[in-house]
């Protein structure tokens, strides 16, 4: 998609040859008429496909996940991160590792809020080792609910997860495919 | 608003009579459909004031304050909460107490995202001691923007915050009030 790219050029900010800061406009201040833009284009994409839920996981990807949902006419359901062990078994949950922090956490979803009945999008930010949408998908497989596909922003091409999660299957649409970046020459899209 | 009243009382749960349960449509779960409608309500209200932000704090208000953009057509910031004093000089702070958790917690916008120029609406989920709103409230005036107002789904009036900040000028809109509540008699609107 043009205008992700385009934005990305303009706005984002490459910081360590690693981190791509895009805080102005899909962070900590999210550029509302831009976003839905975007959710017109994953509509687009998704919506003859049935999609009954949008799925994605806290923090940052809920308030684009509920823009994303408008056109879709759906509800939204977030996976919470949780350190702790002793949740009880009315959740569906799941192990995610964050290369960003090196650490693992636990993802849980009440059970109410997904079930065997659902078509469901996964909504995401970032797309990079593809940890989260793995673990999404695993909440899913386990309420019985069919994945339909994810969107996601902005695919970090060159970290491999969404070319894994393709190769197992999964449909994936991202708005920006960054192939490589550095802060010299910026960003290079394929 | 009857239909958020209506809402409440179909959906939430009452907990050891402080804590009112909304996680089915308002927080892990986000019924967007709904949500656009209160949006619609708040762009009645607000709709001719000239807003050119919005304004909440994280976590939970995030989603519903991107719905609440959409008929504004303007961006949404949220404050961060952070528990380091170590903040660079660019970025508006504010110390804000939860009496949930009894703890206190420094809230933080980068200065970029706001301005004297603007003209904010803050929005949130819940209004109760009315701590989250003066800290918001706070990093408006550091920044020299004007606060319009706030929209808030749900206001606790019996703990108070509310009416104290009204009574400090602030205007405030809120789609349910709840004067009283308990697990054996229920929700009271007022």
Do not use: W
Request: glycine residues 10%; negative net charge; aromatic residues 8%.
């Amino acid at each position: 998609m043009k205008l992700m790219e385009d934005r990305i050029s303009q706005d984002a900010i490459i910081e360590d040859g690693e981190i791509l800061k895009v805080g102005s406009f899909l962070n900590q201040q999210i550029d509302v008429p831009f976003i839905s833009r975007c959710a017109e284009e994953f509509h687009r994409l998704f919506g003859g496909e049935g999609i009954t839920r949008i799925l994605t996981i806290e923090a940052s990807g809920i308030g684009l996940a509920c823009l994303c949902a408008v056109p879709f006419r759906v509800p939204v359901v977030f996976a919470k991160k949780s350190r702790s062990s002793n949740i009880a078994g009315e959740v569906y949950t799941s192990q995610v590792f964050s290369f960003t922090h090196g650490t693992e956490h636990r993802i849980m979803i009440p059970r109410q809020f997904l079930t065997s009945a659902d078509r469901v999008l996964l909504i995401d930010d970032f797309l990079a080792s593809g940890e989260a949408l793995r673990g999404l998908d695993d909440l899913c497989r386990q309420a019985g609910a069919c994945v339909v596909g994810a969107g996601v922003f902005v695919e970090k091409v060159y970290q491999g997860g969404g070319n894994r999660l393709r190769e197992a299957g999964m449909r994936i649409e991202s708005l920006a495919r960054i192939t490589a970046m550095s802060p010299e020459a910026g960003v290079t899209f394929g």
